[in-house]
């Protein structure tokens, strides 16, 4: 009796674990992320802080790489073109611009990354620091109503500046191996490298950074089939 005991359960505990077996994992595609990525985006440049007192709305273009360590940490990349029309403060129709030269900058910046995937979206948190290269504009402006709108003040001005960048990435897999998203960002310069000279009578030195909130749309294409996990994307079925 114990023998027969015995004998029928292994059979249950072997019939059992066939059946686990048999059952099929999750699709790569929904469970884990890209190990390699490319990421292009561009949008609206909206400046901030004293920095609106010189620039209006622009554009800005990016690219980027991600490398992902596992499911949910990666370390990433990036390089950008930022670029603000330039308005200074209390321009009127008697506003006079000599030498009309708009804000443009080239930001390069590296940091690290979190994901929480969820089958097809996906959620990007991400911080960077770097080096921001501008371009230093030798514009000035004058009005009947206030003697100097805005005046560049070459001997004080930094072209080069540390950056921050902090921003969500909004991700769709839109295929399994291409992601569409909406990115909101915020990018600023360390230690305000921008300065000029405007005023009313008495002209002052202002220092500002060149800051801007980025609302941008792009894609994350997977480069190659291997995800962070080191599986094989199968694009059979």
Aim: proline share 4%; charged share 15%.
């Amino acid at each position: 009796m114990r023998i027969l005991f015995l004998t029928l359960l292994l059979t249950i505990s072997f019939y059992a674990k066939g059946q686990n077996d048999s059952i099929p994992k999750d699709a790569v595609h929904l469970r884990e992320v890209p190990k390699h990525n490319l990421v292009i985006d561009l949008g609206l440049s909206s400046p901030t802080g004293d920095y609106k007192d010189v620039a209006v709305s622009g554009l800005n273009i990016g690219a980027g790489y991600d490398f992902y360590m596992d499911k949910h940490w990666a370390l990433t990349a990036s390089t950008r073109y930022v670029y603000n029309e330039f308005s200074p403060i209390g321009s009127t129709p008697q506003t006079t611009i000599n030498n009309e030269e708009n804000w443009s900058a080239f930001t390069l910046a590296i940091g690290p990354q979190y994901s929480f995937t969820n089958n097809r979206f996906q959620l990007d948190a991400f911080t960077r620091i770097g080096f921001q290269f501008i371009d230093k504009q030798e514009s000035s402006a004058t009005s009947s109503l206030i003697e100097t709108n805005y005046a560049t003040d070459s001997e004080n001005f930094n072209t080069t500046a540390a950056v921050l960048q902090v921003g969500l990435r909004f991700n769709y897999y839109f295929r399994r191996s291409v992601q569409v998203f909406f990115s909101p960002q915020y990018m600023s310069t360390l230690g305000e490298p921008i300065a000029y000279f405007s005023g009313n009578g008495t002209v002052d030195r202002k220092l500002t950074n060149f800051s801007n909130i980025l609302f941008n749309v792009g894609l994350k294409i997977a480069i190659g089939p291997e995800y962070s996990n080191g599986e094989m994307r199968d694009d059979s079925f």
